[in-house]
C-alpha cells in the first residue's frame, strides 16, 4: 500500500469520525431542544392553571382593602401582609410566565404613544407608601426631559422601572432613592434613547457582586441583598425585557456608596395630542367615579366567585349597574334588551366562548355591535392576542385582574372615548 493510500485510509477515517460526530451532536441538541419545548409547555400550563385561584385571592384581598371600617388595628396589619403577599406571588408567577415567553419567542413588544408624565404619576404613587413606611424620602427627577409623549411599550417600561424601584427601596435601610430621566438623542431628530437612573443610599457592594442581581448562579454572592420577595426573577426579567426593546440594564455599586441602576430603551418623540388635560395624581378608581354612575357593564365568565370579585371591584368606582352572564350565548341575550357601555368578556366558557360571542357580536345589524369589548384571560401570548383582535375585541384585562388596570381600561374605552365621539 502506498503512502497516499494510507493517507488517504487517515483522511477518510477521520472525515468518517466527524461525519458521526455532527450527526450525535446534531440529534443531541434536536432531543434537548425538544425536552426544552415540552419543558417549557410544561411550566407555562402550570403557571396558567395557578393563575385561575391567584385571581381570586388577589380580587377578594383587593376588594377587603376597600371595607376596613370596623377592623381592629392588628386585622389591617394582616390584610395588609396578604395583599402584599398575593402582589409578591402574582409577581413571581407572571415573571415565569414572562421568561418562558421570551425564551420561546412568543412575548411581542406593543410600542403606543405614551403621556409620559401619567406614566411617572403612575410610579410615583406606586412607590410613596412602600418608601413612607420605611422612612425614606422617595425623589424623581425629570428635570432634563423635556419631551413628554413617545412611541414605546408603557407596559414593559413600567414593569423595568417598577422592578428596580422596588429592589432600591427594599435594600436601603435609611437615607433616599433617586429616580431620574434624560433623553439621549440616536439617529433621526425625532429618535432618542429614554434614561432611568435609579440610585440608593445602601450599604453598596463590590462592583463584581452586582452582576448576581441578573446571575441565578451568582445569588449565593448576594444573599443580603436578594433575600425576599421574589426580586430576583424580577431582576433578571427587566434585563431580558430592556434588551428585547432593544436596549439596556445596567448596575454600579462600591462599598458604602450605595448601587445605581441605568435602564436605557429606545423611543420615538411624537407630538402631544391637542386639548390633553394634565395627568391626575389620584387613584384609578377615584377619579373614575364622577363618570360612572350612569354607565352599565356586563361582565361575563363562567366562574361565580370571579362574577363576584369583578362586581365587587367595579363597586367601589360606584358603577350603575353591573350585569353578569355566564356565557357568550347569556352575554349576548343580555345585549339583545339592555344597553351595556362596555363588556368584560371571558374567554374559555362553556355553551358559548368569549372569541365566538364577540364575532357574533361583531357581526350583528343591532346597535350593540360596537360596544366596547375587554378579553379577561390569562392567555396573553402574541398568538392569543392577535386571536382577540381578529375576533373583535378592543382590549385584554389580564387575569388576575388589578384594580388600577380595571378602572384605567374603563377610562381609556369608557370617559375617553366618550370625549373623542363628542369631538
Excluded at 429592589?167 to 436601603?172: A, L, N, P, V
Excluded at 432613592?177 to 433623553?183: M, R, T, W
Aim: aromatic fraction near 6%; proline fraction near 3%.
Amino acid at each position: 500500500m502506498t503512502i497516499f493510500a494510507i493517507g488517504l485510509a487517515i483522511l477518510s477515517f477521520f472525515a468518517g469520525v466527524a461525519i458521526m460526530w455532527l450527526v450525535c451532536r446534531r440529534t443531541r441538541s434536536k432531543q434537548l431542544n425538544a425536552a426544552m419545548a415540552a419543558n417549557n409547555a410544561f411550566l407555562s400550563a402550570s403557571a396558567h392553571q395557578l393563575r385561575a385561584p391567584l385571581n381570586q385571592i388577589v380580587g377578594s384581598l383587593q376588594a377587603l382593602d376597600f371595607q376596613k371600617n370596623g377592623l381592629t388595628k392588628k386585622q389591617e396589619q394582616l390584610i395588609g401582609i396578604l395583599n402584599e403577599g398575593s402582589y409578591n406571588l402574582r409577581g413571581s408567577l407572571m415573571d415565569i410566565l414572562d421568561i418562558l415567553d421570551l425564551q420561546s419567542d412568543r412575548l411581542n413588544i406593543e410600542a403606543s404613544k405614551v403621556n409620559f408624565r401619567a406614566t411617572l404619576r403612575t410610579l410615583e404613587r406606586r412607590f410613596a407608601k412602600r418608601a413612607e413606611k420605611k422612612g425614606l424620602t422617595l425623589s424623581f427627577d425629570t428635570r432634563k426631559l423635556s419631551h413628554w409623549h413617545f412611541e414605546m411599550d408603557q407596559t414593559r417600561y413600567i414593569q423595568c422601572v417598577s422592578t428596580v424601584i422596588a429592589q432600591s427601596i427594599k435594600q436601603t435601610d435609611s437615607g433616599a432613592v433617586s429616580v431620574a430621566f434624560d433623553l439621549t438623542a440616536a439617529g433621526p431628530q425625532s429618535q432618542g434613547y429614554l434614561q432611568a437612573y435609579i440610585k440608593d443610599s445602601s450599604a453598596g457592594m463590590d462592583q463584581y457582586m452586582t452582576e448576581s442581581y441578573f446571575r441565578p448562579d451568582k445569588y449565593e454572592n448576594n444573599a443580603e441583598m436578594m433575600d425576599t420577595d421574589g426580586r430576583r426573577l424580577s431582576l433578571m426579567l427587566s434585563r431580558m425585557l430592556a434588551e428585547k426593546m432593544g436596549g439596556s440594564l445596567t448596575v454600579k455599586s462600591a462599598f458604602g456608596s450605595g448601587v445605581a441602576f441605568k435602564l436605557s430603551v429606545p423611543v420615538a418623540m411624537t407630538k402631544v395630542p391637542a386639548g390633553e388635560a394634565e395627568p391626575s395624581t389620584a387613584k384609578p378608581v377615584e377619579r373614575m367615579k364622577a363618570h360612572l354612575a350612569d354607565k352599565t357593564i356586563l361582565v361575563v365568565d363562567d366562574d361565580k366567585i370571579n362574577l363576584l370579585i369583578m362586581k365587587e371591584l367595579l363597586g367601589q368606582g360606584e358603577v350603575g349597574e353591573v350585569l353578569l352572564a355566564a356565557n357568550g350565548s347569556e352575554a349576548v341575550e343580555i345585549l339583545k334588551t339592555t344597553k351595556c357601555d362596555l363588556v368584560f368578556m371571558d374567554i374559555q366558557m362553556p355553551v358559548m366562548d368569549g372569541i365566538a360571542a364577540t364575532r357574533e357580536i361583531r357581526e350583528s345589524d343591532e346597535a350593540f355591535s360596537k360596544i366596547p369589548i375587554i378579553a379577561m384571560t390569562t392567555s396573553v401570548t402574541r398568538e392569543y392576542l392577535v386571536r382577540y383582535k381578529e375576533a373583535g375585541m378592543n382590549a385584554v384585562l389580564p387575569k388576575p385582574v388589578i384594580i388600577d388596570t380595571l378602572y384605567e381600561t374603563l377610562e381609556t374605552f369608557v370617559v375617553k372615548k366618550k370625549q373623542r365621539d363628542a369631538a
